[in-house]
């Protein structure tokens, strides 16, 4: 295919006008010049820093370590040896993100072949993000600091955020009811003892710079009182042809330590991003009329940056959330923590859906309104140990109560024809209607769910080889549009044997309890609530962790209740979803100067019990059966540059319910280098990465779903970090 890439014609012009600007800024930023060192000069200050020792216990997370974490925050279980977990957890630190130039969970996760390609959150909504083939739950999926956090979206800012974790599968003993869609866990970045001054530069090609400011520190007596401050802008024009980012974000996270036991955490963040030239999804069919979402043979990919749509189309998100934690140490075993989080997420949509055939004729149909999601979650947990016999018990038991609601705006919200045209020279169509209102989100509340849980788990120590972990959660759910009030008890089940230190064996089984669907605004029972459902998850694996080298392996089965858009537009409930797989990953450091990072996912996603022998036995619509994924680091000898390059394969992945039609399989090439200096006796390290390099047109899929994504094009990044 021969692809219009504007990008490629200003490629070289803008490097250039890139490195140049972005260097000039870093340097007018310190007060003390850059100096190279001479013979005659013994006090001028070097131009590069020296080379890093790399070791066996480099920092947890760190390229040092190959980015291998130790630990990570798994649920009501706390902080926990990764090595020790019986369940798939991945951890991607602060460092990984600096050095990805991550600016969404699409980009933290290109690392993970358990984790679907997704389309960030630059052009409009990001909802393609699925674990394990599954789409994480939008009122329960997504957590900061292992509390709620409710956003139809993926698109927390990530610069306020220390690490991310993900689960893999079911989480309802762990995180509460929910989707088995895994679990999305945000740390935010917290106070640190050594005063933090970082400023991050960075220009897309397309021309979109992004300013990034981070201080936190201690101060008071003792160093009692801390703060975390981080701010954020961003605004210019993305990959899309005419297409527009504006993107502001805040955050503060201060900490009180009243006495050497008992600490005090309070945080807040703010984040809004408008985005204009975007649309909502591309649906193939026979005749590219708006009316026919019956799906036909997927028209071949479109560069990923032409727009589609009219350069009026936004869509705009606001995020505001605040959360609360008091912990208090009661002795050597005992612990008790008590916390709230808060979080409203505003969502402006006014986008249209392409509707297109193989003779790339197509129409273009607008929906226009708002929500408003909102999310209240407060939590009381008590953690501690006990020994009987030769037996060590690490107990847990608390509360949680959890509201979210949901509104829009009603019979306010607009939708009609823009009209026709052919993709080969997109029509810009004349915008209709304008947007609404914010205070239009509010207008109608269509959802409102209440969870009630009671937590008990014990973490059965015997001598130095096994563990073994019996928990249970016990809760309410209660819809009040679902016109539902179930209970129910999730179990959880697993063992852990280690045979020798650096080999861990488990075998768990774990349920999830989740509100029943709802069908989305474009569909055309927009709004109807659906059963509760329930869902089981079975999983072995192993995980061995050596001084350099890492491999965690899991064989798993899931399965949950069908939910899906047939032909005529209308969303239903109704079967069994069945996943099935082999997960397999690998973290290691070849040498002192090379790290490599590997891993494969093999899915077998199918419908059952649908009660349509047609559909019974296929494959779920937007999920590959195999998914690959590499990436490796080089640092160069003598000289403090580290050179990377990542691999990215997705196979073919359903295009229709009934396996008629699939898209193309996707192979992505990624490269990047970063160089590390002294401005004076500032640090400064200056990055470059360009993910698709090769240009690639293809489309993203979401699970579940016919509707097609332009994935991006090629797209350059140049940053500069200063640590001051």
Not at 73 to 79: E, F, Q, W
Not at 246 to 256: E, G, I
Not at 350 to 368: E, K, M, Q, R
Not at 613 to 627: C, K, N, Y
Request: with cysteine; hydrophobic share 35%.
């Amino acid at each position: 295919m021969t692809h219009n890439n504007p990008s490629l014609s200003r490629l070289n012009a803008l490097t250039f006008v890139m490195r140049t600007s972005l260097l000039g800024v870093c340097f007018s930023l310190v007060s003390t010049p850059l100096h190279l060192a001479r013979a005659d000069d013994a006090s001028a200050e070097p131009a590069v820093l020296p080379e890093l020792t790399v070791s066996g216990d480099s920092v947890p997370g760190s390229a040092g370590a190959g980015y291998r974490e130790e630990s990570a925050s798994v649920g009501i279980l706390g902080n926990k040896s990764l090595h020790n977990t019986p369940y798939s957890v991945d951890v991607y630190s602060r460092e990984l993100m600096d050095n990805l130039q991550a600016r969404s969970i699409a980009d933290v996760t290109k690392l993970d072949a358990s984790v679907s390609l997704s389309s960030g959150d630059l052009i409009s909504e990001n909802n393609t993000v699925a674990i394990r083939g599954l789409s994480p739950d939008s009122e329960t999926g997504q957590k900061l600091d292992g509390m709620n956090f409710r956003s139809r979206a993926k698109d927390l800012p990530l610069e306020h955020i220390e690490s991310v974790d993900i689960l893999k599968g079911a989480g309802g003993f762990l995180y509460g009811f929910g989707a088995p869609g895994g679990i999305i866990n945000y740390t935010l970045k917290r106070p640190t003892d050594a005063p933090t001054r970082t400023l991050n530069l960075q220009l897309m090609d397309s021309g979109l710079p992004l300013v990034h400011g981070d201080l936190g520190g201690r101060f008071g007596a003792d160093n009692r009182f801390g703060y975390r401050i981080n701010a954020v802008h961003e605004s210019g024009d993305t990959y899309i042809n005419e297409g527009e980012s504006r993107r502001n974000s805040a955050s503060v996270a201060l900490d009180w330590r009243i006495t050497p036991d008992l600490v005090w955490q309070v945080d807040a963040l703010k984040a809004s991003h408008n985005r204009k030239g975007g649309q909502w999804a591309v649906i193939s069919n026979a005749d590219g009329q708006s009316s026919n979402f019956t799906p036909a043979t997927p028209i071949d990919p479109i560069d990923g940056d032409k727009r589609l749509a009219p350069e009026w189309t936004s869509y705009e998100s606001i995020q505001e959330t605040w959360g609360t934690d008091l912990s208090w140490q009661m002795s050597e075993d005992w612990s008790l923590q008590l916390a709230h989080r808060q979080s409203d997420s505003y969502r402006l949509f006014h986008l249209p859906g392409i509707f297109a055939n193989t003779d790339d004729v197509y129409s273009a149909y607008l929906w226009s309104y708002n929500n408003l999601f909102e999310s209240e979650q407060s939590q009381l947990q008590l953690s501690g140990e006990v020994s009987t016999g030769f037996v060590r018990h690490e107990l847990v038991a608390g509360a949680s109560l959890t509201e979210t609601v949901s509104s829009n705006s009603g019979s306010l919200g607009q939708s009609g024809n823009l009209g026709t045209g052919n993709l080969s020279d997109p029509e810009e169509f004349a915008e209709p209607y304008g947007r609404l209102a914010k205070s239009a989100a509010e207008v109608e509340e269509y959802s409102r769910v209440k969870r009630s849980e009671l937590f008990l788990s014990d973490t059965l120590r015997v001598g130095q080889n096994w563990d073994l972990i019996i928990g249970a959660r016990h809760g309410n759910l209660k819809d009040e549009f679902g016109d539902y009030d179930a209970s129910k008890i999730t179990p959880s089940l697993a063992v852990i044997h280690r045979p020798v230190a650096w080999l861990s064996l488990y075998a768990s089984y774990i349920e999830a309890f989740e509100q029943g669907g709802v069908a989305p605004e474009t569909a055309a029972n927009a709004g109807e609530v659906f059963d509760p459902m329930i869902s089981e998850q079975q999983e072995l694996g192993l995980k061995i962790d050596r001084d350099d080298w890492s491999v965690n392996a899991a064989i798993f089965r899931l399965q949950r209740g069908l939910s899906y858009t047939n032909s005529d537009n209308v969303f239903t409930q109704n079967g069994e979803a069945r996943f099935q797989g082999v997960e397999l990953s690998t973290k290691t450091r070849i040498s002192s100067q090379w790290l490599l990072s590997a891993s494969a996912l093999w899915l077998d996603a199918r419908n059952k019990k649908t009660g349509d022998t047609s559909l019974d036995g296929e494959r779920i619509q937007g999920i590959a059966r195999e998914q690959l994924k590499l990436y490796s680091e080089y640092r160069v000898n003598g000289i403090p540059l580290t050179l990377s390059a990542g691999a990215r394969y997705v196979g073919t992945r359903p295009a229709d319910p009934r396996g008629q039609w699939e898209a193309d399989a996707i192979t992505l090439l990624d490269a990047g280098a970063r160089y590390k200096l002294a401005a004076g006796r500032v640090p400064v390290t200056l990055r470059l990465n360009i993910e698709n390099l090769t240009d690639e047109a293809y489309w993203l899929m979401s699970s579940g779903s016919s509707s097609l994504a332009q994935g991006a094009p090629r797209t350059v990044k140049l940053g500069a970090q200063i640590d001051f």
